[in-house]
């Protein structure tokens, strides 16, 4: 029979605990075989920064983000991907990337998140007012077109109503209808969209040529259009028209009072929201729906208590208003962007290989038991090369279609790295939130089983088997959902468990440290 030194004696030599040297041995572990448990530490809230001056960059997205965050004094990443949220938002309706054969859309789901007071009003207006007034500029053209065409319309069927030839009726008839097709292509565009609610999106893009544009620095927006609620799932929602708008997909519904809608949607938002909106998105796609894998998402620190706002050693503001070279350079540049046909880009034959050389580093990611093998992991990955290559697509127009820019409509290597670089960042913020608030991840894994063996032995239980453990969290997240529960709890979460000293697990049995009591 083996001493209780002699067990002691092993775990050294084995590095491993006394409880596991005695349950190997067939024997029940006295209380002080068993270690200390190590409580898993709050992860406190990460935050995504964007480098944007590493290369000395001189590209108008970057100095005119900057200089509207030193304006306002607000955070430099945020600014910056706002601003691209909404520069996609002029380009929205003309420009697009062929990719294997298809026509892939420039528009971005971009969420940010910043506290109230800290200056997303401001930081709002600069960005998207340019962009509002050649909207609206261009609605004004396409309204004194329509009326043109209605009173050469009008003048048609009265000129159709007076002829008695046949042919001249016929005539008439075809001037008609050409001046009908006409009238079809024109409309006016609401920018920003406010009104909110996915009927009202719907209604709106199917009217406005197809498109629609949620830009804003208030969460509501969001939240009134995905019907999400803070801190819950936000019950049933219509997000069809979101979901199928981020690469212009068809949608159409038939309501009672309401009549038909249908037709194919492409949309934009960049919204300034806050913490419980990025989370409520999450959930929405923890439900399946999709939602959250079409977002971009950046966490910034904000700088709610420590600006500076008057300068006492020089007598004058600490911030510096926007020059207005920069505004008139910006103005410019999405006046090009708004007023051009219709532009498809394309990709260079070296974009092209770091793109594919990117997939095939991340394919095995996705293998079941693989660091994206979870719905919104998954689901969020499967599109980076989409969301990389819309984000090459700004960067390239910001320096071809600005005053003086060659218009060229392909896109280069160096466009693409850096759209990986940002993607890189977002990712960040993106997997930390899902892990954070349990959704998938390592950590949310552990705790999650970590809680079910505390649970477990207060009841008075010495050991459960994997088996139990499977049924017990199978449809509770973070494992609802995702497959290879099985290995995931043997290969990975167990013996980080055991390591932690919640328990020991040997074959497929768990035995419980009793300090969990």
Not at 115 to 138: Q, R, W
Not at 364 to 372: S, T
């Amino acid at each position: 029979m083996i001493t209780a030194q002699e067990i002691f004696n092993q775990a050294r030599e084995a590095h491993t605990s006394a409880a596991r040297v005695a349950i190997h041995h067939g024997m029940t572990p006295s209380h002080n075989m068993w270690p200390e448990i190590k409580e898993g530490q709050e992860k406190d809230v990460t935050y995504s920064e964007i480098e944007l001056t590493s290369d000395n960059r001189k590209d108008l997205i970057t100095r005119y983000s900057v200089a509207a965050a030193r304006a306002v004094q607000f955070p430099v990443s945020t600014s910056f991907m706002h601003l691209l949220g909404c520069v996609a938002s002029a380009m929205t309706r003309n420009f697009s990337v062929e990719y294997y054969g298809s026509e892939l859309p420039v528009s971005l789901y971009v969420v940010t998140s910043q506290p109230p007071s800290a200056g997303k009003t401001a930081i709002n207006s600069m960005h998207m007012n340019p962009i509002k007034i050649e909207y609206d500029n261009l609605s004004k053209k396409m309204e004194k077109e329509i009326v043109k065409i209605n009173i050469r319309i009008e003048d048609l069927m009265k000129a159709y109503k007076e002829a008695t030839n046949q042919n001249a009726k016929a005539i008439i008839g075809d001037d008609i209808a050409k001046e009908k097709e006409k009238l079809e292509s024109l409309y006016t565009i609401t920018y920003p969209l406010t009104d909110a609610t996915p009927e009202a999106v719907q209604h709106q893009a199917i009217h406005e040529g197809g498109f629609f544009n949620l830009i804003s620095d208030e969460a509501s927006v969001l939240n009134t259009c995905l019907g999400l609620s803070y801190g819950k799932d936000g019950g049933k929602s219509n997000a069809e028209v979101i979901l199928k708008g981020w690469d212009g997909g068809f949608v159409g519904s038939a309501r009672v009072g309401r009549g038909v809608s249908s037709g194919y949607v492409l949309g934009n938002i960049s919204v300034i929201a806050q913490d419980e909106s990025i989370d409520a998105i999450l959930s929405a796609g923890d439900r399946g729906n999709g939602l959250s894998e079409r977002f971009l998402m950046l966490r910034e620190q904000s700088m709610l208590g420590y600006r500076e706002h008057w300068d006492v050693e020089n007598d004058c503001p600490v911030s510096k208003p926007m020059p207005k070279e920069l505004k008139a350079e910006y103005a410019r540049f999405v006046h090009n962007l708004v007023a051009s046909e219709k532009v498809v880009f394309s990709l260079a034959k070296e974009s092209q290989r770091m793109i594919g050389l990117l997939r095939n580093q991340w394919e095995k990611n996705f293998l079941p038991g693989g660091k994206w093998d979870h719905v919104l992991l998954r689901g969020a990955m499967g599109k980076a090369d989409k969301q990389i290559i819309r984000l090459s697509a700004i960067f390239h127009a910001a320096e071809n279609w600005c005053d003086g820019g060659r218009r060229s409509k392909i896109i280069g290597e160096e466009h693409i790295s850096r759209a990986i670089s940002v993607y890189d960042a977002l990712t960040k913020t993106f997997t930390d939130a899902v892990e954070s608030n349990g959704y998938a991840g390592e950590k949310s894994e552990i705790d999650v089983v970590a809680e079910k063996l505390r649970t477990a032995a207060q009841k008075g239980k010495t050991n459960v088997t994997v088996k139990w453990l499977y049924d017990s969290l199978k449809n509770v997240r973070p494992f609802k959902g995702i497959p290879h529960i099985y290995d995931r709890l043997k290969s990975n979460v167990l013996p980080s468990l055991e390591e932690d000293g919640y328990c020991v697990f040997i074959n497929n049995t768990v035995y419980l440290n009793p300090r969990l009591k």
